[in-house]
């Protein structure tokens, strides 16, 4: 989840100041947490409160634990969001965040990937991240692209984590969720903003895949372009569970975060510590 959140805030300033190259200072006095951020933070409080609540260890695949989870992912992202009113939310998630009757409203847009993060981590097999995935993410993107592309990056964040080869990660995404027969310097003179998971997050893992070390992976989604903020959470968050988090990239990250999201992230590194940064 930490690499979710560097990425994002490394993205901040470029959001809508694109910068096509990997020469760039990471963290600037510009940078800011955004609704990425955020909203990962309430899936995670999310994932937390409803294991505490079943008082067990770990997340199971139980039909009322599920349940259970998507009534605590509404009251989290509303809960939180509704302290950041300003942080970027798009129009139809702020109004959602803001209702009193929240309903899914058929979105295929990459927030549903942006916060998906936890559920790759906290995940124990394959087939447990798919369905956390899905759990979080259709409270608001229920449409089939929008749950496509959360489980690709709840999938590909498990496999990184779980020490598969990217070799394997690319088969795997390559067959069963997005085409990447392409290379990231081949697309990025034409590649423009774009807020859709079909045209963000197979782009968002081939970062990851092209990149020889986390800082790399978070470097090269930037040079893309596009939703550079975006990107960059889902690279980074994939790019943490294969690389891990340099120490003092994670340290100057945290230092963006205020008291209530700081104490979310120490929460969230005690429930699932493989997500801790890396020495």
């Known amino acids: 989840m930490l690499g979710a959140i560097i990425g994002d805030i490394v993205g901040s300033r470029f959001e809508f100041n ?65 302290r950041y009113p300003h942080c970027g939310f798009g129009g139809m998630f702020h109004r959602w965040v803001f209702s009193d009757e929240p309903r899914p409203y058929n979105s295929y847009g990459n927030g549903a990937a942006m916060r998906v993060s936890p559920a790759g981590f906290a995940a124990q097999s394959e087939e447990e991240a798919i369905r956390l995935a899905e759990t979080v993410t259709a409270v608001t993107h ?93 690279t980074g968050a994939i790019a943490e569970a294969y690389h891990g988090v340099p120490e003092e990239i994670g340290m100057k990250a945290l230092a963006y975060l205020d008291r209530e999201l700081r104490t979310i992230y120490d929460r969230w590194v005690s429930f699932a510590p493989a997500s801790k940064i890396s020495t």
């Open 142 to 234: 229920n449409h089939v692209e929008g749950i496509k592309g959360a489980e690709a990056t709840a999938v590909t964040i498990f496999m990184a984590r779980s020490g598969a080869r990217k070799s394997e990660i690319h088969e795997r995404i390559d067959r069963d969720y997005y085409p990447l027969d392409f290379k990231i310097d081949d697309i990025r003179p034409r590649y423009r903003f774009n807020e859709t998971c079909q045209e963000t997050v197979p782009q968002a893992i081939k970062c990851f895949l092209e990149a020889v070390s986390f800082e790399d992976s978070i470097r090269i989604a930037i040079s893309l372009g596009g939703d550079s903020d975006t990107i960059a959470a889902i």
């Open 18 to 82: 694109n910068h096509r190259s990997k020469d760039f200072a990471l963290f600037t006095e510009d940078c800011t947490v955004t609704d990425d951020s955020i909203m990962t933070l309430a899936v995670a409080e999310a994932i937390m409160e409803t294991a505490r609540a079943e008082r067990m260890p770990e997340v199971t695949r139980d039909r009322d634990f599920h349940a259970r989870l998507s009534a605590q992912t509404v009251r989290q992202m509303q809960k939180i969001g509704r």
